[in-house]
C-alpha cells in the first residue's frame, strides 16, 4: 500500500518543464528522501502532491485520495512544512499553534489543548508565550513542523527543512523528523545535501531536471558513487603522473591543485601511504572526505547507472 | 460557513498583532493626526475656500478619506508578506474554503480603519471641526467613507498576491501620494489649473471627501459641475465599481497562485 502515488507527473513553467514525468511510489510509515540540486524541481513537486498547484499532465494521490480531485480531502490528511518557516512573527508559538489547530476545524478548548501537547513534545513549552520573532532558528522551525503536525497527518512533506539552519539546529531539526516517523507519519523530505538524506531516509529517489533519475536505499545509491575519497596534494607537479600510476584506475590527477583523488573501494588508507612510502613521496596534505553530491550526480546520470 | 468561520480566525489573527504589536496601529493614527496638524494649522491659514467656509471644517472629511484611501497600502503589504512568507501556502494546503484569507484581511483592515476613523473624528472635534447636520446624514457619511475602505481593500488584495516582491509595496507607497493629492481631499479643484482640476473631480477619493462634507455640513469647495449635484451617488458608485472590478481579479490572482 502507498501513501503517496505520482505518476507521470508533468508541470512547465514557460519553457522550463519543472516536472517532466516526475514518478514516486512512497510506502506508508517511511522516511523518503527527494534529493536533488537547486532548480530540480523538488519543490514543485512537492507543491502539487500538496495540492498547492494545478498539474499540466499525470496523476496523484496522497493517503488514497487523488490531489486533483479531492483536494479537501488531501488537505485534511498533510501538513506542508515549506521552505521558509511559515509561522506569524508577531504571535507567540502558543497562538500560532492555536490559530493553526482551529484553522484545521478545532474547536478553541481543542486547539489550546493540542497546542499545549505539541509545545511540550518540541521543547517550546518555556518559549510558548515569547514572540517567534524572539525565537532562533531551529525552534523556529520546530514550531513551523509542529504547526504541520497538528492533525497528526498521514503524510507530512518537509521542503528543505535545514536549508539555512545552524549544525545544532539541524541536528535538533533531525532528531524532530526521527520522531515523527516513529510516530507513524509518512515523510516525504527534500533536500540538497547527500549526508541529510542519508541520515534520515530509509529510501531516497535523486531528482533532476524535473523527473527521478535514480532510487534506492543509501546503501545502494552509494554503491554508485564509490566509496569514501583520499585527496593527496603533492610538492612537486612533475612526480603527480607516476603516484597516480601506481595508486590504481580510480586515482584522477588535477595538475592546478597538484592533488591526486583515490578511490577508497580496493585499495586502503594504510595500502595507499605504503605506496607513498615505496615511492618515497611525502604529500603535502592528505585529506580523507565522502562522497560529494556532485559526484553522486556524476555517477548516477553515467550511462552505466542503474534506474 | 467554514470559511467564515476560517475568515474570523484570521481576523483575530490581525487583533492579537495589535495587543502584541501596539506600535504599528498607535504609529497609523499618529501618522493622520500629524497630516491633520499640518494640513490645518501650518498650510491651512494659506488656503481659501471656493464658496467660503473655515479651512478646518473643509479639511477634516479630506484627511477621512484620504487615510481609507491610504488603507490600500497596508492592506497590500500584508498580503505580499504573507505570500512571502509561505503562510499563504500554508493556509492553501489547509481545508478552509479559498475565501478564508481574503475574508481575514477584510475583517482585520475594516477593524483598523474604523478605529482610524474613529480617531479622526474625535480628534477634530477636539480641533474644532464641526457636524452640522443630521445624525443620519452624518451616519451616511462614516459608511461612505467605510464604503471607500471597503473598495481600496480590494485592490490591496488583489496588488498584494499579484506583486509579491517587495518592489510592488514600494510602489503602491509612492503612488498612494499624487493619486491622494490629486483630488479634493486637500484642497478643492476649483483652485487648480483646469485640466487638472478636472482630472481631480473625477478621482474616486474626491467623490468621497465631497459627499462627506456634504453629510456632515461642512464646506464643500465645489461652486459647480458634477461634484455639486451627485457628490453622494458619486460615492456610492465609485467603490462599487470599485469592487465589482478588483473582487473578481482578486479571486484570479488567488487562483493563479495555483499556476
Redesign the interface.
Known amino acids: 500500500m502507498h501513501t503517496l502515488i505520482a505518476e507521470g507527473l508533468r508541470k512547465r513553467y514557460g519553457d522550463l518543464a519543472a516536472l517532466d514525468g516526475f514518478d514516486l511510489h512512497v510506502p506508508a510509515g517511511v522516511i523518503h528522501g527527494l534529493l536533488g540540486p537547486n532548480g530540480a524541481g523538488k519543490t514543485t513537486a512537492v ?1 502539487a502532491l ?5 498539474l499540466d499532465e499525470g496523476s496523484a494521490s496522497v493517503a488514497g485520495f487523488d490531489v486533483r480531485t479531492q483536494a ?1 480531502q488531501v ?2 490528511r ?3 512544512i ?11 508559538g502558543r ?1 500560532n499553534l492555536v ?2 489547530g ?4 478545532l474547536g478553541k478548548t481543542q486547539a489550546q489543548e493540542r497546542a499545549d501537547e505539541m509545545l511540550s513534545i518540541f521543547g517550546l513549552s518555556d518559549a510558548a508565550e515569547k ?1 517567534v520573532s524572539t525565537y532562533s532558528g531551529g525552534m523556529r522551525r520546530r514550531l513551523d513542523i509542529a ?2 503536525l497538528l492533525l497528526t497527518p498521514a503524510v507530512l512533506f518537509l521542503d528543505e527543512p535545514t536549508t539555512g539552519l545552524d549544525p545544532r539546529a539541524r541536528n535538533e531539526v533531525w532528531t524532530t523528523i526521527r520522531e515523527i516517523a516513529a510516530r507513524g507519519t509518512t515523510v516525504l523530505l527534500t533536500t540538497q545535501y547527500l549526508d541529510e538524506a542519508d541520515q534520515l531516509a530509509s529510501e531516497i529517489s535523486v531528482m533532476n531536471h524535473g523527473k527521478i533519475i535514480a532510487q534506492g536505499t543509501p546503501t545502494e545509491l552509494k554503491r554508485h558513487v564509490g566509496g569514501d575519497r583520499v585527496t593527496l596534494t603533492l610538492a612537486l607537479r612533475d612526480r603527480l603522473d607516476r603516484v597516480a600510476e601506481k595508486l590504481g584506475p580510480t586515482a584522477t590527477v588535477d595538475e592546478d591543485t597538484r592533488t591526486i583523488t583515490v578511490e577508497l573501494a580496493g585499495e586502503s588508507l594504510a595500502g595507499i601511504i605504503r605506496t607513498l612510502d615505496d615511492l618515497g613521496v611525502t604529500p603535502e596534505d592528505l585529506q580523507l572526505r565522502r562522497p560529494t553530491l556532485d559526484e553522486a550526480f556524476l555517477a548516477l546520470t553515467s550511462p552505466e547507472a542503474v534506474r | 460557513m467554514t470559511t467564515i468561520r476560517a475568515g474570523w480566525i484570521l481576523t483575530q489573527r490581525e487583533l492579537a498583532h495589535w495587543v502584541r504589536e501596539p506600535w504599528a496601529p498607535i504609529f497609523g493614527v499618529l501618522f493622520s493626526i500629524m497630516l491633520l496638524l499640518v494640513f490645518g494649522f501650518l498650510f491651512g491659514g494659506a488656503i481659501t475656500l471656493p464658496g467660503g467656509g473655515e479651512y478646518i471644517d473643509y479639511l477634516l472629511p479630506g484627511m477621512m478619506a484620504l487615510s481609507m484611501m491610504f488603507g490600500v497600502e497596508s492592506t497590500a503589504t500584508a498580503m505580499a508578506n504573507d505570500a512571502k512568507k509561505g503562510i499563504t501556502d500554508r493556509f492553501r494546503s489547509m481545508p478552509i474554503g479559498s475565501a478564508s484569507v481574503a475574508l481575514g484581511r477584510v475583517g482585520a483592515d475594516m477593524t483598523n480603519s474604523a478605529f482610524e476613523l474613529l480617531v479622526l473624528i474625535v480628534g477634530g472635534l477636539l480641533v474644532g471641526w464641526r457636524i452640522t447636520s443630521d445624525p443620519a446624514s452624518a451616519a451616511l457619511a462614516v459608511l461612505l467613507l467605510l464604503l471607500l475602505r471597503f473598495a481600496v481593500l480590494w485592490i490591496g488584495i488583489f496588488l498584494g498576491l499579484s506583486f509579491r516582491g517587495g518592489g510592488a509595496t514600494a510602489a503602491v507607497q509612492v503612488l498612494v501620494w499624487p493619486i491622494g493629492f490629486l483630488s479634493t481631499a486637500i484642497v478643492s479643484a476649483e483652485t487648480m489649473p483646469a485640466w487638472l482640476g478636472a482630472i481631480a473631480a473625477w478621482n474616486p477619493l474626491s467623490a468621497t471627501a465631497t459627499a462627506v462634507r456634504q453629510l456632515f455640513g461642512n464646506p464643500t469647495g465645489v461652486t459647480a459641475g458634477i461634484l455639486q449635484d451627485g457628490a453622494v451617488w458619486l460615492a456610492l458608485a465609485w467603490p462599487l465599481v470599485l469592487t465589482a472590478v478588483f473582487v473578481p481579479l482578486s479571486a484570479r490572482a488567488y487562483r493563479r497562485l495555483r499556476a
Not at chain 1, 521552505?83 to 512573527?89: F, H, I
Not at chain 1, 482551529?102 to 476545524?105: A, C, H
Request: glycine share 16%; aromatic share 6%.
Open positions: 507543491k500538496a495540492t498547492l498547484i494545478d479537501a488537505r485534511r498533510i501538513g506542508l515549506g521552505q521558509n518557516a511559515a509561522v506569524d512573527e508577531v504571535l507567540g497562538q490559530m493553526f482551529r484553522l484545521y476545524g514572540a504547526a504541520g
